[in-house]
């Protein structure tokens, strides 16, 4: 199984075979996984495109999830986005776990661009994505678009 590794972090893509993991540690962070695992069902090429897991290493337990909302498209970018069960922020977790998968996204010869956005009133998330060493792009009155 293709998994990545930080300091902290194993981060793994979800499948239907992880979802015994989530059941018993009775993970719920939205509905991100369920509606990532019945795409993978209908298009199998989707692994790795959506939903991965964020386990801390220190006790297997599953802290979050991020990943991409689906396949490189045509100008080869892939939007990443990303949660963390609120007891686990303000630690460092999310960045570091963004800075893994956009390097995994950013090896691969089909992306070019991780682009992300965020709400401008979302301070935490915008130290996320700027840890991440994502770029402002663009804005509006209510949202901050990201590029790395």
Known sequence: ????????????????????????????????????????????????????????????????????????DDQRQVEIGYGLLEQYWNKGYASEAMNALIEWALANEKVEKVIAETERSNQASIRVLEKAKMKRAQETDATIYWER
Request: charged share 30%.
């Open 1 to 72: 199984m293709k998994k990545l590794e930080t300091e902290r972090l194993e981060i793994i893509p979800c499948t239907a075979e992880v979802t015994q993991l989530l059941q018993n540690q009775q993970y719920d962070n939205g509905p991100e996984i369920d509606r990532h695992l019945q795409e993978l069902l209908e298009d199998p090429s989707l692994f790795a495109w959506g939903s991965w897991l964020i386990i801390r290493k220190l006790d297997g337990q599953v802290i979050g999830d991020g990943g991409f909302k689906g396949k490189p």
